[in-house]
């Protein structure tokens, strides 16, 4: 068996791979941002360009020009509402904007573009799930997108201009109910490029369709290359390494976070191997995110995929941001997902780090899972039911909570892997006060358990911090118990453990 890779490996990880990105030709039109050697990637936030305005990008893809990459996404109504009232929830509003482009590169640092289409240019409901190739003979920077029950395409002679409509189609010859779902768009190494995706409905069977050579302004037969026994899949990717190709999905799970499952290949068309969870996701459900996007990123000193993930908050509510990237290596042929909160990255040498301020709690506010639930992803239960997540948390949709009718005595913990050193535990916490013992603990990390009391009236969400926690053996178990009184209850949200010295 494989040895598991610890996502929290504090040593630069950048494991060569042998496929370069499929960069395509020409120059930006405009300068992109100033490239750094190494920025920082801030997870579980709401993302802001250059000029500090929230980035809107949903169900994109991104395209490598020179050393520039370019973003491309969807600005729904409902992203801008949630973003200017998370605590508000959900919503249902997909109406479309504009498809946009932003552009870095350092692959922290977005420059807005401007908008590759809006209302104006397409005429329709849905727009989505876009992707971007260049065709290497007309020269021209193809748009690929969902239009209503069919495709949309659009062309511009730069990767940044303005993209004009130039076709649709409204079935996809080989495919079983006709048009696709979930898509994006894959350029492989000799710059042809393919629909990756599953059909519309039930989505239960995954296509690889490539665009017509001459002009990519349609899509050809569609070959059939896996069908999924055990639901449907949405959120289809393909990213390549070392010669082998990587078709991974999400749960059919309607925007809301997911395992990755991966299929694989040596040929694009198959045949592909059975199914597998990408190592790494479990635990929090891919960052609390669903498969979007997936690149390489190749440098002078190293090479990892990028995994693009999309975070619905507007549609799913599961937590802050839409957008949450992580890096990708590789255990021999194994994916292995690194499940980080803040990381850095040199883009130029295609290496990455975990960053000073990463929370290493993974699911720390309990949104993986999506609904209720007595055994949450990523943590360990005692007391079986008096454990569980309830609704309305601090931040997102979820809590932790424990509580009972009757007298109880439990706790939920994680035992985390984590570089020797000083650290600081927090969390947010909500009590009804009365327990012979509440805590929020951190313990087994090479001295004696340090605890915050949370046995008294709490109201409303308060901080609790345990500071100078020092770990001397490379691990530590985090968590919050209870021995209380029947009706007692404590809630707790958005755990952080992160390194201060």
């Known amino acids: 068996m494989l040895r598991r890779i610890s996502r929290r490996a504090i040593a630069a990880m950048a494991l060569p791979l042998a496929v370069t990105l499929a960069s395509a030709g020409g120059a930006a039109a405009t300068a992109a941002p100033r490239v750094q050697a190494t920025a920082t990637i801030q997870n579980d936030v709401f993302w802001k360009d250059t000029a500090g305005n929230p980035i809107y990008s949903q169900g994109g893809g991104v395209l ?32 479309f904007n504009a498809i946009t ?80 779902g979930d898509q994006s768009i894959f350029t492989d190494d000799d710059g042809r490029a393919y629909v990756i995706f599953s059909n519309k409905s039930g989505r239960s069977h995954l296509y690889v369709s490539p665009l017509r050579t001459s002009d990519f302004l349609h899509v050809e037969a569609a070959k059939n290359i896996y069908n999924s026994s055990s639901g449907g899949r949405e959120g289809n990717i393909m990213f390549k390494n070392a010669g082998t190709y990587y078709f991974c999905s999400s749960d059919l799970h309607g925007w809301n976070a997911s395992h990755t499952y991966c299929i694989t290949s ?52 599961n937590g802050l941001g839409y957008n949450d990237w992580v890096p990708v290596t590789f255990n021999g042929t194994t994916p292995v997902f690194h499940s980080l909160n803040q990381w850095n990255v040199d883009a130029a040498a295609g290496t990455w780090s975990v960053g000073s301020a990463n929370n290493y709690v993974l699911n720390p506010s309990a949104e993986a899972d999506r609904v209720a639930q007595s055994n949450l992803a990523g943590w360990t ?33 994680q035992n985390i892997s984590v570089p020797n050193g000083t650290y600081a535990l927090s969390a947010w916490v909500k009590s009804s ?8 603990f951190a313990r087994n990390f090479g001295a004696s358990e340090l605890s915050s009391s949370i046995n008294r009236s709490i109201s409303g969400w308060t901080k609790v911090t345990i500071a100078g926690i020092t770990v001397t053996d490379g691990s530590i178990q985090v968590g919050v118990q209870s021995d209380a009184n029947a009706g007692n209850w404590v809630n707790v949200d958005d755990f952080s453990l992160v390194k201060t010295g």
């Open 64 to 95: 490598k020009v020179g050393s520039t990459y370019y973003w491309y996404g969807v600005k729904y109504g409902g992203a801008v509402s949630y973003y200017n009232n998370p605590a508000g929830g959900k919503n249902s509003n997909t109406s």
């Open 101 to 180: 482009i932003y552009s870095s590169t350092d692959l922290a640092n977005w420059k807005f573009e401007g908008n590759a289409m809006t209302t104006a240019d397409v005429n329709g409901g849905w727009i989505g799930r876009v992707g971007v190739s260049r065709n290497p003979t007309t020269g021209k920077y193809v748009l690929v997108s969902q239009l209503d029950s069919g495709l949309v395409f659009a062309t511009s002679s730069t990767p940044n201009g303005h993209f004009a409509k130039a076709g649709t189609q409204s079935s996809i010859t080989n495919v079983s109910t006709g048009m696709s």
């Open 266 to 317: 040596k040929n694009i068309m198959g045949p592909y191997s059975s199914e597998f969870v990408m190592q790494g996701t479990d635990a929090d459900f891919s960052h609390v995110t669903q498969t979007g996007l997936a690149f390489s990123v190749t440098g002078s000193a190293g090479s990892f995929v990028m995994f693009g993930g999309d975070r619905w908050s507007d549609f799913a509510g």
């Open 381 to 413: 239960t005692v007391g079986g039911a008096v454990n569980s997540n309830k609704l309305g948390g601090h931040t997102g949709r979820w809590a932790i909570a424990q509580s009972s009718s009757s007298a109880y005595s439990a706790s939920r913990y």
């Open 433 to 440: 006060g009365g327990q012979r013992k509440a805590t929020v």
